[in-house]
């Protein structure tokens, strides 16, 4: 018998019950109708000259109804007159390349047929100098060539550290536009210093580029369109901290305050910038922020297919699987690493032959002297967590939230002849 087999085989599993989270759920019922009001209304366009190039920023992540608005934005730029494009404003993402993050557009739905408009892909940068702290700043030639830049990004906590300005409009003219010499740039002096630096470096570039305006975008719990927010460009530093407080209140959680063991079924750069948000599972790759649950164990199944074998926040679980080793692809993992300076999401957790060996190895060693009564919880990956399910020894406590209702009979998790965990 194989040792894993023989150390680990008579680990008991428990069954798991599946459990409906609530969350607050505000929402654009009508995301283009609101979008369209609120460019128009704001009067920003005439910020665009006559005929004049347009650098549209899209970042790597998959935002709720991105693609749908800034391919109206396009017809809208179109119909005044001007000349959109797309520029990925992606720091070091998609390997570091130009045809990476022109992949990664496309795997997102930024085709040049979805939007209407061609896209700009180089890693090629303007050097515009420095910032009053001596830091170098670049911008994406493209961008910086067009008559005009509109930034549009997800406004978010960000998953390493912790400041007025997180994931957003600052962070992507800082370090998305920047691309790899950029973002290298801005985390070189590590994570205790990105707030400080994002807001130094986006400064330089509003006040040296022609920024017209920024498009905010706000989600909810569901990964649903609830905010948007059109900036003209000397309104983003100020208006963007608010945004931010209002985008930390949005997030969700898993409410528990400690488990045992936390099965993760997929992770991704399409999930979070470290494949699995932080902020959820209470692990952190560097100290400077904090919040979550105490989890023990935490285990990776597998990586999502848009992730293409980028397996960045691998290093904060415990264990994985062959599957997932034999899909890690260290050059899309390992250039976000070494630009970003930090290197812990990136480190390879234990790795065992099949999902049923990982979860008995995840229990063997939470350290719970009675392994049936071991407090697991399955979620399909951080972005969707409204649905999970939690061991049977937990469902008194659920009991308590009101915010959790229990769907559904307890049942046990089942597996394939090869060990994989098949879906409820």
Known sequence: MDIFESMLGAVPIPEMCKVRLIFPRPRIENVEKEFLNRLHAGGLLHRIPKGGSVAITVGSRGISNQPLLVRSLVEELIKYGADPFIVPAMGSHGGATADGQTELLRRTGFSEDNVGATIRSSMEVVDLGTTRTGLPVFVDKYAYEADAIIVVNRIKPHVSFRGRYESGLMKMIAIGLGKQKGAEACHDAGFGEMAESIDDIARVVIDRCNIAFGIGLLENAYHETCGIEILAAE???????????????????????SLDVLLVEEIGKD??????????????????????????????????????????????????????????????????????????????????????????????????????????????????????????????????????????????????????????
């Open 235 to 257: 309104e983003i530093p100020e208006e963007e901290i608010t945004l931010q407080e209002q985008a930390k209140q949005l997030l969700p959680g898993l409410y528990f305050p």
């Open 271 to 424: 999930i979070s910038g470290t494949g699995m948000d932080n902020n959820i599972i209470g692990r952190y790759t560097t100290p400077y922020p904090s919040g979550g649950p105490r989890i023990s164990r935490i285990v990776v199944l597998g990586l999502t297919d848009d992730t293409h074998g980028n397996a960045n926040g691998l290093g904060v679980a415990d264990f994985t699987t062959r599957r997932v080793f034999d899909a890690f692809s260290f050059e899309q993992t390992y250039p976000n690493s070494l630009t970003s300076t930090a290197t812990a999401s990136v480190k390879i957790p234990m790795v065992l032959e099949n999902d049923r060996l990982a979860i008995q190895a995840a229990i063997k060693t939470c350290n719970i002297l009675n392994k049936k009564n071991v407090r697991l919880v399955r979620i399909k990956n951080t972005l969707h967590i409204d649905e999970i399910h939690v061991s049977t020894v937990m469902l008194e406590e659920v009991k308590q939230y009101e915010n959790m209702k229990i769907l559904g009979n307890p049942e046990p998790l089942r597996f394939d002849g090869g060990g994989s965990l098949l879906q409820p």
